[in-house]
């Protein structure tokens, strides 16, 4: 009876344990839950700081396109100052032109030009006529001259042959040749002066149309001129306009950039307050499970030290009970030979002894019933063990599905990782498509532009230069063309590596999660194997 009584106590305290037990496996479990749940959080963390390291490889990016656009920039004014210089010079030019041209056509006009010009014809003429005539009078003198000297030698002869009947002959040769020049020159002398006359008119006339072809020729020039001038200020509002154009353009794009970069360090300040928050909760998280596992490890250790205790006591207990049994079995094999020595005693006491084995048997069937009933609650406790056994399938189940869920949610990760390397890819082939356009429009405008410059003014020789600055900027923005290619290639790489990081840290979390729970689930079936 004592002994069933220490039996009911231990399969008391046995039940107790299990109670207790189990409600350290739902705590535990909802620990579990818990920190799974903060794992999540901090595995999103992570991808949040991973993001934000690419945040802020874009804004690199970001900051050496700002540095390629202000050379550009830089680039650009520098070639407009020229630009302006080479202008302004040309219009020094013009208005010169313009008031030499306003100087000439402030002259005195109507009758007063006309005199002018038939005076400046007569002059003209008259000086002609006077170097006409001296060259003319220079003539006859020389030839008077000659003359003169072969009629002195003609003289000298006549002399020689007498002196008397000389001087009358000389006298009338002289007085012949006197009258025939006197008639000549009276005969010639109107003739002579109606030619003088008809050669003034035409030097004249001559005179004024060259100097009417002259004033026609300014004339056209200085139409010429202003038509250039006309045009080169059309050039001039176009190129203005188109530089207003570029210049509203380029402060666009900087107010754009200017708020995504605002935007961008925005995220990449909620990111690393994001970050800071989700290391200060997986650093409390990692001490809270630390101060955890010492707790179940002293759990677990003071449960060992107490089934060992109460093992060590009842093997204790049972040495005892058999040595007691020994005892008693010795004494009842000397009890049986005494009796035997006194049979004949104890005849008469076979009834008492037979009733007294009669209730033995009842006792003992008592005992067996109890056994039964032993047996009973030791089924019910190996049922028990068995419903243990079924929680820690149910448990590796869960794990399993947890396992499979992790999987699912990587392959979301892959997923969402891929998308946004599309959205990426899409981003940057947006910006190559725009930058095409851009550098399509400025080729066709600046092919029209050059037809124009070429058809209207072929003189100006330093557009040349301006068309030949345009080309390399042309060639530039080609060469940007392959380094945002190259960066996208770059980027493309980068995300490759990335997404490989990442699964190969969450490949590890998972380990590190799978161990974890392994550590957790070892404890508890060695709780279930004490209980048993």
Known sequence: AAQ????????????????????????????????????G??????????????VEAL????????????????DFRLQNTTLMQELSKLCSQIEQLEAENARVKAA???????????????NSA???RI?????FHEKEVGSRRCQESEANGHGATHR??????????????????????????????????????????????????????????????AEKLKKKHDSFLQLQGEKEALYNDSRTKIEEIQQKKEEEIKSLTLRNHKLQQDMQAAQQSCAELREQVQSQRQEHE???????????????????LLREQNSALTLELQQQHHEKEAMLAQKEDLKAQLEESLRANRRLLEQLQEKEQESERLRQDLDEARKSADKRKAMLDELAMEMLQEKSRHKEALGNLKLQHEKETLSIRAKYEKELRELHEEKNRGEEDLRAQLRDEKARSRELEGHQQTSEELRLQIHSLEGTKGWFERRLKEAEETVEKNQMRHEEDLAKVAREHSANLQVHTDPCGGNGVGGR
């Open 4 to 39: 069933l009584l220490e039996l009911r106590t231990q399969n008391y305290q046995l039940s107790d344990g299990l109670r207790k037990n189990s409600q350290e496996l739902t705590s535990l479990r909802q620990k579990h839950g818990t920190l799974e749940k903060e794992f």
């Open 41 to 54: 959080k901090a595995q999103k963390a992570l991808s949040k700081s991973k993001k934000a390291q690419e």
């Open 59 to 74: 804004l690199g990016e970001n900051e050496m396109l700002q540095g390629k656009l202000h050379s550009q920039e830089d």
């Open 108 to 122: 005195p006009s109507g009758s007063g030009e006309e005199d002018v010009q038939r005076l400046r014809a007569e």
């Open 126 to 128: 008259l000086q002609k």
């Open 131 to 135: 170097a006409t005539l001296q060259e």
């Open 160 to 221: 020689e042959d007498g002196a008397g009947g000389s001087h009358p002959l000389v006298q009338t040769d002289g007085q012949a040749d006197a009258k025939q020049d006197g008639l000549g020159a009276c005969s010639w002398e109107p003739i002579t002066d109606d030619l003088q006359g008809f050669q003034l008119k035409l030097e004249t006339q001559t005179e004024e149309n060259r100097l009417l072809r002259g004033q026609i020729q300014s004339l056209q020039t």
């Open 298 to 316: 002293r759990a677990l250790h003071g449960v060992q030290e107490q089934i060992q205790s109460s093992r060590t006591q009842e093997l204790t």
